[in-house]
């Protein structure tokens, strides 16, 4: 079975720092995929990234970085200088690969969620 | 990518009918998804639903409960039957479409649904 895992249900922080969101991921499967996505208050989900299990490089999207550890079962997502816009529920999810060269993917294990305040 | 409408956006009922929450896609599409949000919780696959065939359900739902539809590549039905105020959630679509070179899973905006 499939098990995502985001310890940290609340994280508050004052603008312009940076936080970390930790994502802990439990799967039999070698091939996966393995998500983010963000829910403003509006509710709405916004991807922000996906991963395959073959895919270990570390990547940086503007303010966003994200650090996949196959070792440790760990995708965390780093928000450097944040500000009150990514005021969000953050959702960390997996999914298994049907067949990683059609790139297609199975339905969502969601994590419970972050909910991220950023201070002004 | 795909763009998901879904109707209504949110309902309030009374305990004991049914809410029918529709879901276009922009695109064809082979998999649609429904998902409940209960309040303050994260997102639990309800079924998975293909075109041509019956709906999957998830441990703990029944399609007595949430019947599905599912009559062409872009459309796709949830039925909220007889309900009780513990189906009070946010009810989503999403759908698996092409996006640069993958295939991305795609949300819809959806229902909220407040039973009395």
């Known amino acids: 079975a499939q098990k995502v895992t985001q310890a940290q249900t609340e994280i508050s922080v004052v603008e312009k720092e940076d936080v970390t969101l930790d994502c802990v991921y439990e799967t039999r499967d070698t091939t996966y995929y393995l998500f983010w996505y963000k829910q403003p208050p509006s509710g709405e989900l916004v991807f922000l990234i996906r991963?395959?299990?073959?895919?270990?490089q570390n990547e940086i999207s503007g303010r966003y970085s994200w650090n996949f550890q196959k070792s440790t079962s760990s995708f965390n997502f780093t928000i450097t200088a944040s500000q009150v816009v990514d005021s969000a529920v953050y959702f960390c999810?997996?999914?298994?690969?049907?067949?990683?060269?059609?790139?297609?993917?199975?339905?969502?294990?969601f994590g419970s969620g972050t909910q991220l305040t950023v201070l002004p | 990518s795909a763009v998901i409408s879904q109707k209504p956006s949110r309902d309030i009922c009374q305990r004991g009918t049914s809410l029918t929450i529709q879901c276009q896609v922009d695109?064809?599409?082979?998999?649609m998804f429904w998902y409940r949000q209960q309040p303050g919780q994260s997102l639990t696959l309800i079924a998975t639903a293909n075109q041509g065939s019956e709906a999957t359900y998830e441990s703990g739902f029944v399609i007595d409960k949430f019947p599905i539809s599912r009559p062409n590549l872009t459309f796709s039905t949830l039925t909220v039957s007889n309900m009780s105020p513990e189906d009070s959630s946010i009810y989503l679509c999403s759908v698996e479409a092409p996006a640069g070179g993958y295939n991305e899973q795609f949300f819809g905006p959806g229902t909220r649904l407040t039973v009395l």
């Open positions: 991963r395959n299990s073959f895919d270990e």
């Open positions: 999810a997996l999914s298994e690969a049907l067949l990683v060269t059609s790139g297609s993917a199975r339905q969502l294990t």
């Open positions: 695109s064809q599409v082979t998999m």
